[in-house]
């Protein structure tokens, strides 16, 4: 041990916090995490990291990490062996399932987890208890664009990769900020647009960065982006700039989608959207003469009731301009942590088994049936929103969360935190001691992604693998190895010895991942899915056909549905989003010192007109409060933002700074994604400094 603890080792990781992907070599002595050596190698970002993949790393070694399994005591928590927790959640397990059935059981699973551990959860939920109730995060963030590309090209990822993005001879960005939520990407975009004369437009709220580097921004009222987009498909097609040729050869539905968008006029849209027309008339200008464009979109579409409408308006103005199948074009969602993308590849969706393949589909529960040796529940399960209503109506009883902190991420934190007081039996799987793990039963200490072995997908569909760095902390484990040893007290019979086996089942299994194998993941090398039986990957989709029976795309008609009417009290409209320098809550960054140091804690932007209007400057303390909540803020004066909305960054150390006290209950019509952008405040000044 004094010899290992005196060697530097090198190990090849991939980051562990957004959807970019970027890999890099971590140099480790002992568990001092030394530095963080970017290579050539990496197929993402080159010698490229960002601040967190650099420096946020500290946190592996914070004091408060768990490190033992924790049992409730009545209102404390005590340490326990890992066999006294295991044998308790597996008794409790046993005498609901047999009191109340399987569809007691919820499963909340992690973005943050490897593609293996992902699997292993969805069958230990599917297999060993033989509920379809399990969900991850995407549903707060990505799902209405996954909905957006199923219904009209067939895939839920992105269409190319990174160099398609910066490819592109015309990028859009639409309600996402990668200047601070994809740092890496940011920067080849910024590269593409300064070096390459690409050319840039912004849609958003607030004036970011990308939008300061912009050729054009647009900035459209709140939740209108379905109606600009619409606006600019039409006058395209007017002005018979559509792709006649690749509409007629390769898409289904162009009459009845144009006869969808009739109403869209550049007279409506500017009424609507307040963007002026001759920026709508410019923006279709630069799609007709670009050379390939490529629309980016994150949470400022996502997060609204609309939002699986707006992710098709995205695909459908593609789809008419010939933007899908060939290189440096097609739409990119940009997932927003580490592994959404492979957490839902992976099967930790209600209603999809691995490689989304349905289980209501007879003929592929009949594989896993056969695989598994047991009989599978042929009904969709419940999500995440579907999970919490059924604890209400006290039908769900016991869950099962692991790495996700949902009692401050998901919309309403007060909501969903008297929720999850109601649940019989609650485990909490987690590097640290969350806010949603005071609401445990028992809480298991696992391993971050420096102490295990697995692979991550980013957000261009492509598969990496990580390897061990540090050994495990105290007693944590890699998640992968608690899942073995609960699914094996609940009469499972695993015996997988590595995640490597769990690859190989998974890749047996779905036709998706056919081909993926840790021998071809060797080192830096990577595969986008799908990956034929023979290893050959697909970095670019839909270059001869489109995964629908008869292989053409499908312009999908869709209305906008117009953000949630909230009490005209509630005057500031609330926008929310990521800061450079944490990720999402901050549950990881928030750890680390450097990072704190930099940003230590979140707080609220205001425009000069409202800051003038309502006497407050830069360091000003107010009062927020929605129809749910209230929180404490810092004013931070800027124009990033106009008039009266104002911005909350997502990360927060405190109860009363978190801004999902704040948002609400409203979601999209089709997904269950919580609208967290559309929440409305009034604003108290209770400290002028
Ligand atoms: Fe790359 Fe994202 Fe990690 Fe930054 S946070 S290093 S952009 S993967």
Request: aromatic letters at 8%.
């Amino acid at each position: 041990a004094t010899l290992r603890a005196t060697r530097t080792k090198k190990t090849k990781t991939v980051c562990t916090f957004c959807g970019v992907g970027c890999t890099f070599e971590v140099w480790t002595k002992g568990r001092k995490v030394l530095k963080i050596e970017p290579t050539p190698d990496a197929p993402v970002n080159g010698i490229s990291t960002c601040v967190k993949g650099k420096f946020g790393w500290d946190f592996v070694n914070s004091e408060d990490r768990l490190t033992k399994p924790l049992i409730r005591k009545g209102d404390e928590f005590h340490e326990a062996t890992w066999d006294e927790a295991l044998n308790l959640i597996a008794s409790k397990f046993k005498e609901i399932k047999e009191r109340d059935g399987a569809d007691a059981f919820g499963f909340i699973s992690s973005s943050k987890c490897t593609n293996e551990e992902n699997y292993l959860l969805q069958k230990l939920a599917r297999s060993v208890i033989g509920t379809n109730n399990i969900d991850n995060c995407s549903r707060y963030c990505q799902s209405p664009a996954t909905t957006g590309l199923f219904r009209t090209v067939g895939y839920g990822g992105d269409a190319g990769t990174i160099y398609d993005m910066a490819g592109a001879g015309l990028g859009i960005i639409v309600g996402a900020n990668p200047a601070e939520a994809h740092p890496v990407i940011a920067t080849r975009l910024k590269r593409a647009r300064k070096v390459n004369g690409r050319k840039l437009i912004v849609a958003d709220l607030r004036k970011n960065e990308m939008a300061e580097r912009s050729d054009l921004f647009l900035r459209p009222a709140p939740g209108t982006d379905h109606v600009w987009l619409s606006a600019v498909t039409k006058y395209i097609i007017d002005q018979g700039w559509h792709d006649v040729a690749f509409l007629h050869n390769r898409v289904n539905g162009f009459e009845e989608y144009k006869k969808s968008i009739e109403k869209y006029t550049l007279d409506y849209a500017e009424k609507t959207t307040r963007i002026p027309q001759e920026q709508l008339i410019e923006t279709a200008k630069m799609i007709h003469e670009a050379d390939g464009t490529a629309i980016f979109w994150a949470m400022g579409v996502t997060q609204h009731c609309g939002a699986s409408e707006t992710s098709t308006a995205i695909s459908n103005l593609l789809l008419v301009t010939g933007n899908f199948g060939r290189p440096n074009a097609g739409a990119f969602p940009l997932r927003g942590h580490n592994n959404v993308q492979g957490a839902c590849d992976f099967g930790t969706l209600p209603n999809f088994y691995p490689g989304y393949e349905l289980v209501t589909d007879d003929d592929v529960r009949e594989r896993y049936e056969k695989a598994w040796g047991v009989a599978l529940s042929p009904e969709k399960g419940l999500d995440n929103e579907g999970m919490l209503n059924a604890i209400n109506k006290g039908e769900l009883k016991a869950m099962f969360l692991m790495g996700e902190d949902m009692a401050w991420v998901d919309a309403n934190s007060n909501h969903v935190q008297s929720t999850l007081e109601k649940l019989e039996f609650f485990v909490v799987q987690d590097v640290f001691f969350t806010k949603t793990a005071q609401f445990a039963d028992v809480i298991l200490p696992a391993s971050p992604s420096l102490e295990k072995e697995g692979t991550f997908t980013n957000t261009e569909r492509r598969i990496q693998r990580l390897y061990q760095a540090l050994e495990p902390l105290g007693e944590s484990r890699p998640d992968w190895q608690i899942l073995i040893e609960l699914a094996n007290r609940l009469g499972g019979d695993w015996s997988y010895a590595s995640p490597a086996e769990v690859m190989a089942e998974s890749a047996s299994l779905a036709p998706l991942f056919a081909g993926v194998s840790y021998e071809r993941l060797e080192g830096f090398s990577s595969l986008l899915w799908p990956v034929q039986a023979d290893g050959t990957d697909t970095p670019l989709l839909y270059t001869e056909s489109f995964p629908f029976p008869d292989g053409k795309a499908r312009l999908t008609p869709t209305d906008w549905i117009p953000p949630v009417q909230m009490p005209e009290e509630y005057d500031l409209f609330l926008n929310n989003g990521r800061l450079l320098e944490h990720f999402h809550e901050g549950n990881m960054t928030n750890k680390s010192k450097g990072i704190m140091h930099k940003a230590p804690d979140t707080f609220v932007e205001i425009s000069p007109e409202l800051a003038k209007e309502r006497g407050v400057k830069d360091g000003s303390l107010v009062r927020l409060q929605s129809e749910y909540g209230a929180v404490k803020l810092r004013v931070v004066v800027t124009d990033r933002v106009q008039g009266k909305e104002i911005y909350v960054p997502m990360n927060s150390t405190s109860e009363i700074s978190a801004v999902n006290l704040l948002t609400s209950s409203h979601s999209d019509a089709t997904t269950n994604t919580p609208a967290y952008k559309e929440a409305k405040v009034k604003m108290q000044v209770l400290e002028v400094e």
